[in-house]
């Protein structure tokens, strides 16, 4: 209800604002942000956000961490200061309210059951990118994971860094699993954490070696999992 609520509240006003805007999308951003708190806070679910020092609060990232559950997404806008995007499934854009204000706050659809498809939306979102920076969320795991363990990162995603020079931070979402019950609208009493890794430059990188990229940015990650367990 609380998700609803504030998506249609703040997805108005961010649209009506953002017509007058000459960076488009930049209102909505911080409309997705205190959305993502206000949320957390009236379910009454407290988080901490870690080596937030090891970023320039004037740059744009690429954030890849690990994805347990919604509240990942939550945290993610909730803890990051930054002007952020999302990837998100072709499927979003379809539901009413949420898909217009994603699609006016310039968040990037890719179809995953079309490769083809998926690969042209990242190389629209890497010229948009270019023209005007902002950060990205992004899951590599492309899907969530069943057992709390990170699976194997898919390179497609990060390829944006590569094509846009923005550098790739590791995130860790710790407690975004083991906070869900099993039963509807169940949760454990427990504070989020988001663990922000170094950055990771993307210059030596290509097409050719995404895979390897995409084997680093998951080792930094499980590196932040070890130090922060949940």
């Given at each position: ?12 006003f961010?649209i ?5 805007e ?5 209102f ?7 959305w993502a708190?206000i ?45 952020i995007?999302s990837?998100?499934?072709?499927e ?40 005007l ?13 069943k ?19 923005i ?19 169940k949760?454990n ?42």
């Open positions: 209800m609380n998700t609803a609520l504030w998506t249609t509240v703040l997805g108005f961010g009506a604002v953002s017509i007058f000459t960076k488009k999308g930049k909505l951003g911080k409309c997705a942000r205190i708190k949320i957390l806070f009236c379910s009454g679910i407290k988080y901490t956000v870690k080596n937030l020092d090891n970023l320039n609060l004037s740059n744009s990232y690429i954030f890849a961490g690990n994805h347990s559950s919604g509240f990942d997404i939550l945290l993610g806008f909730a803890g990051l200061p930054f002007w995007v990837i998100a499934k072709i979003l854009r379809s539901i009413v309210i949420l898909g217009t204000v994603m699609k006016i706050a310039g968040h990037i659809f890719v179809d995953r059951k079309n490769h083809e498809n998926a690969m042209e939306s990242l190389k629209k979102a890497s010229i948009s990118l270019k023209k920076p902002r950060s990205v969320l992004l899951y590599p795991e492309g899907t969530r994971t057992d709390g363990s990170i699976q194997n990162f898919k390179p497609g995603g990060l390829l944006l860094a590569v094509e846009t020079g550098p790739i931070v590791p995130i860790y979402y710790s407690g975004t699993y083991s906070i869900i019950k099993e039963g509807p609208w949760m009493n427990q504070k989020l954490k988001l663990i922000i890794g170094k950055p990771i430059l993307t210059e030596k990188y290509s097409f050719n070696t995404r895979r390897e990229l995409a084997k680093k940015v998951r080792s930094e990650v499980l590196k932040l999992s070890n130090t922060f367990k949940d």
